[in-house]
């Protein structure tokens, strides 16, 4: 699997987990958590030093960001909102970004 369709695969579960999040957090929880964890285990064996400059700049304010989201996810967003928005919009600037790689 190529670098682009791995990126555009994460991106994917992060607009998965942001949608169920808003749907209903509490309802999808154990759904969230796996995806969280294979959403990590992604990042974790992605090569990024095939990423092109302009890339990788986009996705080390991920990596950045998504700790903490994971992190706020598998305790249970305060926000559920707000951190379902952050998910999503996260997923699609990857998925826009990812032509760049």
Not at 10 to 15: C, G, V
Not at 36 to 63: H, M, V
């Amino acid at each position: 699997m190529d670098t682009r369709v791995k990126i555009l695969d994460i991106a994917m579960n992060l607009n998965r987990i942001g949608n169920w999040a808003a749907d209903d957090y509490f309802a999808k929880q154990a759904r969230i958590k796996t995806f969280l964890g294979n959403t990590t285990a992604y990042i974790r064996n992605l090569d990024s030093s095939k990423f092109s400059p302009s890339f990788a700049r986009t996705y080390s304010d991920f990596t950045k960001a998504y700790s903490s989201l994971e992190k706020e996810g598998l305790k249970g967003p305060v926000d559920i909102a707000a951190w379902a928005e952050s998910m999503m919009t996260w997923g699609n600037i990857l998925t826009h970004r990812s032509k760049l790689i």
